[in-house]
């Protein structure tokens, strides 16, 4: 089955998952000097306190530390009750980002690199019973040779800035739960379940990985607490005649139960939710359960005040309140895998996830949206420092995410990149195996796509032929043609035309459209920045959406405003939003409110 990142903590009888989060200590390391001066073993000498999970950069109130690149530090302890050889100790961070190395009593356990995605460090080696210390480096350097990518240079004064490629703040920390779980020395480390249904009837392949042996059972119960289907041994198929099936934004769940035994006695035991539902695009229709389905929704970030990038429930159940609301059934994990929570919850209210990997800005240009945005993008592959790296850290976060989500009913497809360059033989010789990678990774073998920015044109663009369906991130009548809304449809429908003339016949998913708007500002008639230009410009866009019948979704940019490095050309972050950061609606969200309840 591949890699396994140990699947997300539950409780029980056989294993224990206990949350770190709360406040850790914590200390920048400008000099990189706490390796040398032994900090994982004596402790961080001069820390202060820091939440998590949450972002480092918000809480502070000066600007050097919020802006902050280089190695930091961050400490805490756990307790192990007793150590026992039939058992097996891990910490599970949700994420570091971007890299890390973490220490368990000075002695290094783990070290990732790629900050959205899980880090899981077995610490049995070095626990002892009572307290332990939990140590973890952390660097947020920026670089072309990993995703996101970007640059890192010196002020004059020698210290380090980091430098995105992409239009979003460069958060990083413990932005995610930390657990501490024991496991038993035998363990079930991971399954997966693959649907194929007949009529109304369900097949489930599975395939469970477990330590020694084959003495495996998977049950699916229902949500009256029947159990449904019960098979025994590593690999099978159950059987459910008349199945629940999982549906958009009707989200049926069973509960799995999967039991390792050994000498007829249980040792493990992983519990978890499945849905049950196809995906497959046929022609240029997207199919869930075989029915067709249209997309409605947003990329968005993870991101809100103080905490920045650091998962927090309220606000997620916040945010899926607002999609319910305005009538949305998708989203895109732009620019990045998020919090695993998200995809639960996801999995709980029938939304669906374009998952997304980290790589983006695949471009050399720090003001990279106005780049992109207008279709100005030159090389970055030919001048890539070292491309090998760089595609052995995107093919590592490609198959860590499908480890971590591929078990999610809510994730319908992989996005493998965002607005990289697709129009070269060099993007072509990088993208191929990529793609494949995915294609084989995936049991349940879902549709592949990629983010493509204006340059990838449909003359140009030599990668969307790996793509299940083709994703669009255009801004007519916002970077081209701003506040020339006649011109900007014009020219948009010509580019429309000349897809449409390809016949490719397949789904094409707006991923994003969208203009900045102040939720301060009215005018009329429209400007832009106001109100009535956002609105504008979605009433032109959704009347083009009508004229393609290839067009399957519309996922606008962004779901609320979000925090960006600064510019000339940002205030105070991107205003995208449709929703402003904390949440409340523009007057575009009317409009699109009206427009897709009434979408079936
Ligand atoms: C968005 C085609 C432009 C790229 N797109 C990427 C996204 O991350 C930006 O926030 C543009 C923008 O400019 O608002």
């Not at 005649?241 to 007829?264: F, M, T």
């Not at 011109?487 to 490719?504: G, H, I, P, S, V």
């Not at 004229?547 to 972050?573: C, H, K, S």
């Amino acid at each position: 089955m591949g890699i396994y990142t140990e699947l997300y903590p539950v409780n029980n009888h056989l294993r224990h998952a206990e949350l770190l989060d709360g406040l850790w200590r914590f200390q920048f390391d400008p000099e990189s000097r706490g390796e040398a001066d032994a900090w994982p073993k004596n402790g961080l000498p001069e820390s202060i306190s820091m939440p998590v999970p949450a972002s480092f950069s918000d809480v502070f109130t000066d600007a050097r530390s919020r802006d902050y690149a280089g190695d930091f530090w961050y400490e805490t302890a756990f307790c192990v009750k007793e150590v026992s050889p039939d058992k097996r100790y891990f910490i599970r961070f949700g994420s570091v980002t971007h890299t890390c190395r973490v220490f368990v009593n000075g002695v290094e356990c783990a070290s990732h690199t790629g900050g959205f995605l899980p880090v899981v460090a077995d610490v049995t080696s070095a626990v002892v019973p009572g307290m332990n210390r939990l140590t973890v480096k952390v660097n947020n350097e920026l670089s072309e040779t990993n995703i996101p990518c970007g640059t890192t240079v010196r002020r004059s004064d020698g210290t380090k800035r980091s430098m995105g490629y992409f239009d979003f703040f460069n958060y990083s920390g413990i932005q995610r739960s930390v657990y501490y779980m024991e496991l038993p020395k035998r363990a079930i480390r991971d399954y997966s379940l693959v649907y194929r249904l007949e009529g109304s009837d369900a097949y489930i392949d599975y395939d469970i990985e477990a330590d020694g042996g084959d003495e495996v059972s998977i049950a699916f119960i229902d949500a009256e607490g029947s159990i449904v289907a019960r098979e025994n041994g590593a690999q099978g198929t159950l059987f459910i005649p008349s199945a629940h099936l999982w549906k958009v934004r009707n989200a049926y769940l069973y509960d799995v139960v999967i039991e390792l035994k050994q000498g007829g006695k249980v040792t493990d035991r992983y519990t978890a939710k499945a849905g049950i539902r196809t995906v497959e695009i046929k022609g240029e229709s997207i199919l869930l359960n075989g029915e067709k389905v249209y997309l409605k929704g947003f990329g968005k970030h993870e991101d809100a005040d103080m905490i920045g990038r650091g998962f927090n429930y309220a606000i997620a159940k916040r945010d899926y309140e607002c999609l319910k609301w305005i009538g949305a059934n998708c989203f895109r994990t732009s620019h990045y895998p998020y919090a695993e929570e998200w995809y639960r919850m996801a999995d709980e209210e029938g939304f669906l996830i374009i998952d997304e990997v980290p790589a983006v800005g695949m471009m050399r240009s720090i003001a990279n949206f106005l780049t992109a945005g207008r279709g100005e993008a030159k090389g970055f592959f030919a001048e890539c420092p070292d491309i090998e790296t760089l595609s052995k850290n995107h093919k590592a976060a490609i198959e860590e995410v499908i480890a971590r989500d591929k078990n999610h009913p809510s994730v319908i497809a992989w996005s493998i990149f965002n607005e990289a360059e697709t129009y070269t033989e060099l993007a072509e010789k990088y993208f191929a195996p990529l793609f494949e990678l995915a294609r084989v990774l995936d049991p349940q073998k879902r549709p592949l796509t990629g983010a493509l920015e204006k340059s990838s044109s449909p003359a140009g663009c030599r990668v969307n032929k790996m793509m299940d369906f083709i994703c669009l991130n255009r801004y007519y009548g916002w970077y081209i043609s701003g506040g020339e809304l006649e011109e900007a449809e014009r020219m948009f429908r010509e580019e429309m035309d000349a897809w449409q003339a390809k016949k490719l016949n397949k789904p094409f998913v707006f991923t994003e459209f969208g203009t900045d708007t102040l939720d301060t500002l009215h005018k009329l008639p429209g400007v832009m920045w106001s109100q009535e230009y956002q609105q504008e410009y979605m009433s032109m866009h959704f009347e083009v959406f009508a004229g393609y019948p290839a067009i399957q979704g519309e996922l606008a940019w962004n779901f609320a405003d979000f925090q960006t490095g600064q510019g000339i050309m940002r205030v105070n972050g991107n205003k995208k939003g449709v929703f402003t950061r904390q949440r409340q609606p523009k007057a575009a969200a009317y409009t699109i409110r009206e427009r897709w309840l009434n979408i079936k």
